[in-house]
């Protein structure tokens, strides 16, 4: 069970999550900064859920994000920011926004 303090510590990180995602260019020069800051606050989201289990595996959450865009792409071992630069879209900042967008149902714990 999820204290309501927590709770209102989740949201404002799930906001912050999609405002990052609705302006990116706003939040980094990059798409590699981009990636990192949402990839950070997932896992900040992911300590406050179960620090138990965050503490004991440490990178469980990027092991499970490597592993989406793996199956997603079919490239291993690539981070994002590198395969939207490959696919060379119009709007890569656009494009990496809305591919985060939908592989956060599948990063994030659900409360």
């Known amino acids: 069970m999820i204290?309501?303090?927590?709770?209102?510590f989740l949201s404002f990180l799930n906001v912050r999550i999609e405002d990052i995602l609705r302006s990116p260019r706003m939040y980094g020069a990059t798409l590699e900064a981009v990636?990192?800051?949402?990839?950070?606050?997932?896992e900040v989201c992911a300590m406050l859920v179960d620090?138990?289990?965050?503490?004991a595996n440490p990178?469980?959450?990027l092991d499970q994000y490597?592993?989406?865009?793996?199956r997603k792409f079919g490239i291993p071992n690539q981070p994002l920011h590198e395969i939207v630069m490959q696919r060379a879209p119009s709007d890569p900042f656009v494009a990496l926004a809305d591919i985060l967008r939908s592989l956060l149902p599948?990063?994030?714990?659900p409360i």
């Open 3 to 8: 204290d309501p303090q927590t709770r209102d």
């Open 59 to 61: 990178r469980r959450l």
């Open 66 to 70: 490597a592993k989406l865009l793996t």
């Open 35 to 42: 990636e990192l800051q949402v990839l950070t606050l997932l």
């Open 106 to 109: 599948e990063l994030k714990d």
């Open 51 to 55: 620090f138990e289990r965050e503490k």
